[in-house]
Each structure stands twice: as C-alpha cells, then as structure tokens.
C-alpha cells in the first residue's frame, strides 16, 4: 500500500473524531466544568431550579456544589466528577433524564459525607445513632444547600 494513502487514511480516522469532540466539548462549554463556578451547573436548563434555589439559600456564601455533590479532595473527587461528567453528558445528549432531576444513592451518600464534615463540630455528638448507623443529613434537611432547610 501506498504510505501516502495509509497517512491520509489513518489521518481521517484519527482527525476526524477528534475534530468532532473537540467541537463538542467547546460547544459544550467543556472548560467550564474544570472550575468550581456554580454557573457551570446551569449549562444544562434541568439545573436552574436548583441553582436558583441554592442562590436563595444560606450555604451560597460558604459552599458551592463541588464542595457538597463532590469527595472533598485527592482521586475520589477527580472520579467523581468524571463520573458525573459523563453520566450527565450522557443523559443530556440522549435526552434521557428525569424531571425534576433526582440524585442517585451513590451521590447522596458523597453529600451526606460532605455534610458531616463540613458540620462535624455541631454534629459529633449525633452522628452516630445509638444503632450505631450512620446520621443521613438529608432525611431531615432534604432542602438544604438548595433553599429550605439551608
């Protein structure tokens, strides 16, 4: 074969996805999910009620959403934002999501982590029951970080 054609060939299999992706993840606003602005969360407009919500809570001057629905730092944090990147690039390009958006067992339990250590002083004393079961934050203040109840 022809090292011509073979360049060309391997070229366009090549350049042409990445041309595509790159479109995408700047049409996207990709970068804009490498910060910790909460307007990255509203890209998508199934976000705004929350977002509006957390604007009208107690925790906007002290919490924006990395740091209740992500692990507080190292591996974990970058795991999970990668996780939750494709899952929601995922369910918004298929346009296969739930109204009012709901979060998953596993992302309720990063929140209620991030709640305990964000309040571990007001809460050491409760945070185990006597069953010896972990506190779940959000059973009393489903509404906190996101209006009622924070």
């Not at 924006?64 to 899952?87: I, N, S, Y």
């Not at 069953?131 to 489903?142: V, Y």
Request: aromatic share 8%.
């Amino acid at each position: 074969m022809n090292p011509l054609r073979v360049a060309l060939v391997l070229t366009c299999l090549l350049g042409i996805p990445a041309g595509i992706g790159a479109f995408t993840f700047v049409y996207a606003k990709g970068f804009s999910y490498l910060s910790t602005d909460p307007r990255a969360c509203v890209n998508c407009h199934i976000m705004n009620q929350q977002y509006d919500a957390w604007l009208q809570s107690g925790h906007r001057h002290t919490a924006v959403c990395v740091e209740c629905h992500l692990p507080a730092r190292g591996l974990p944090k970058w795991v999970a934002k990668a996780d939750h990147g494709f899952r929601h690039s995922m369910a918004f390009t298929l346009q296969n999501f739930k109204e009012p958006i709901e979060i998953t067992p596993r992302d309720r339990e990063i929140v209620r982590a991030n709640c305990l250590r964000c309040h571990a002083a007001f809460v050491h004393a409760v945070a185990v029951t006597p069953a010896r079961q972990e506190l779940d934050c959000l059973h009393c203040h489903a509404g906190a970080g996101h209006g009622a109840g924070g």
